[in-house]
């Protein structure tokens, strides 16, 4: 069970955190050339002027083939806007998880907790042993 509430909680963070870097990536934040005086005064033009960002995101499943432009771009905003209350929720969901373990691991004696640590890392090697095993076999 706490696995499982990590994976999905691990999934829908990059499902979050890819839109937000190409988001970033794509507004030139990261670039290194800098903005010449004709540029910087086009930019500020540009900012006065109220301009639609066109919205990018994720259509849930099977609405991509029944939606038109326009919905799709609304369905976009509206994630938009849910997106960095979504991600603050995750974020305190992480830390009640990590507090929850911490507490059921206060529970365990020292050589039970030292069992249960010894256990989660063979799990973890078995479990990266088979995806290097299913890796080589996709790779043919």
Sequence with gaps: MIGTDRRKTRGWAWCLLLPMAMAVAATGVCSATPL????KEAAKADESKPARKKARGRLPMYFGKVVTQQQREDIYEIQARFAVQIEQLRKQMEEL????DAEVESVLTAEQLAEVKKLKAE???RR???RRKSSAGTSK
């Design 36 to 39: 010449t005086a004709q540029e």
């Design 97 to 100: 998880i990590r507090k929850r």
């Design 123 to 125: 799990a973890k090697k």
């Design 128 to 130: 990266m042993a088979g």
